[in-house]
Every structure is written in structure tokens, then in C-alpha cells.
T-cell receptor
Framework: AQKITQTQPGMFVQEKEAVTLDCTYD???????LFWYKQPSSGEMIFLIY??????QNATEGRYSLNFQKARKSANLVISASQLGDSAMYFC?????????????FGAGTTVTVRA | NAGVMQNPRHLVRRRGQEARLRCSPM?????VYWYRQLPEEGLKFMVY????????ESGMPKERFSAEFPKEGPSILRIQQVVRGDSAAYFC???????????????FGPGTRLTVT
């Protein structure tokens, strides 16, 4: 079974608008972590934001915020005030398991294209 | 403070040859993870190593693939007798000896793009 599901293969957003990228996850662990990474066309993986399963507040990092809904097992990424440089592939990922095993499970990704 | 380094960045091999991918973790990091990204897909976990130990190799193909992280030197992902289906980007990530409770301390290298012709 898929651990991370990203249902939007591609999205277009107008510059300066906000965009929400969907992510749902599947785990039976009580302790887990959720991550978002950005992969521009150059190929590197850039860490954006992290949410722990016990964190009561939604994580925010600059223009990025994570809408964490634990009961629904969703961890959507919101990018506010989109910029042309935000055009990239975005991956949702989850860490589960014992605290000393940090392997990540990734979703298939969402391609975001920002239009001027 | 140098980040995770991977080399080569691009590697071309003919079918049947061996590919060796190297990963030098960040200074002070003793945990290394290898992931594979096939075209148009997300990253898939392959193997997790600590110095001189393989901790979790549940994502490694059963044949032709091996990984090591010796006491000295980089971690090596080795693919023997490569086939076209091995063409992918291979990413290495590292984390510290004692990851903190916030648990996002996994840093990715730039990846090695392997092309099998």
C-alpha cells in the first residue's frame, strides 16, 4: 500500500497567488514525521518544512506552511505569494519507525508551474 | 561546512559494466541513506548504513546491488552488470549520530545521474 499519496501530478499557479499541494499518508505508528522537499529542474532535493506527529501547531517556514490534519492523515503544503522560482517538483515524505531509523517514504510528487 | 557530496554527478555505463557511486556524508554524520529516483517518480529508499554496518537494506534489489560504508572513506553504492532499467538518479542523504527530537536532520546530496546505454 502507498504510504504517501500525492494526487495532483501537475498544477499551474499565477505569480503572487497561493497554491496548496495535497498530501495524504498512511501509517499505524503514533510517532512519525512529515516532510516536504522541492526538486527544481537542476535535480537537487531541497528541504522545505517538517511537521512532527506530536506537534500541536502547524509548521511554518517563511512562505511555506503545512496544513496538518492528523485525523484525516493529511499534510498539505501551502505556498503563499508564489514566485517564478517556485516552479519545481514538490515531494511529500514521511519518516516512521523506531527513532534511530530515519528512512523516508516519498510520494510521486507534484509539478508546480508558476505563470507570470 | 561542506554538505553531502556525491560523485560522480553523471555516470554513463554500457550494459554489463559496473557502476560505483560515492557519497561523503556531512562532517560529523555517521548515518547514510541511499535512495533511487526513476524518471518521473519519487525517491525510493534503498539502504541505510552506519559506519561498517548495514542497518536496513529492505529497499535494495536482491541481485547486483550492494552498499558499504567503511570506517574510513565514503559510502559506496555498487551496481554490477548494469541494465537499462538501472538508469536513474541515485541520492545519498546523511544524518548525525544522535538525531535530535525534531528529526528533520537528514541532508541530501546533489545526486548521481546514472545512464545505461
Amino acid at each position: 500500500a502507498q504510504k504517501i499519496t500525492q494526487t495532483q501530478p501537475g498544477m499551474f499557479v499565477q505569480e503572487k497567488e497561493a497554491v496548496t499541494l495535497d498530501c495524504t499518508y498512511d501509517t499505524s505508528d503514533q510517532s512519525y514525521g512529515l516532510f516536504w522537499y522541492k526538486q527544481p529542474s537542476s535535480g537537487e532535493m531541497i528541504f522545505l518544512i517538517y511537521q512532527g506527529s506530536y506537534d500541536e501547531q502547524n509548521a511554518t517556514e517563511g512562505r511555506y506552511s503545512l496544513n496538518f490534519q492528523k485525523a484525516r492523515k493529511s499534510a498539505n503544503l501551502v505556498i503563499s505569494a508564489s514566485q517564478l522560482g517556485d516552479s519545481a517538483m514538490y515531494f511529500c515524505a514521511m519518516r516512521e519507525g523506531p527513532s534511530n531509523d530515519y528512512k523516508l517514504s516519498f510520494g510521486a510528487g507534484t509539478t508546480v508551474t508558476v505563470r507570470a | 561546512n561542506a554538505g553531502v557530496m556525491q560523485n560522480p554527478r553523471h555516470l554513463v555505463r554500457r550494459r554489463g559494466q559496473e557502476a560505483r557511486l560515492r557519497c561523503s556524508p556531512m562532517k560529523g554524520h555517521s548515518h547514510v541513506y541511499w535512495y533511487r529516483q526513476l524518471p518521473e517518480e519519487g525517491l525510493k529508499f534503498m539502504v541505510y548504513l552506519q559506519k561498517e554496518n548495514i542497518i536496513d537494506e529492505s529497499g535494495m534489489p536482491k541481485e547486483r546491488f550492494s552498499a558499504e560504508f567503511p570506517k574510513e572513506g565514503p559510502s559506496i553504492l555498487r551496481i554490477q552488470q548494469v541494465v537499462r532499467g538501472d538508469s536513474a538518479a541515485y541520492f545519498c542523504a546523511s544524518s548525525p549520530l544522535s538525531p535530535g527530537p525534531s528529526s528533520y536532520e537528514q541532508y541530501f546530496g546533489p545526486g548521481t545521474r546514472l545512464t545505461v546505454t
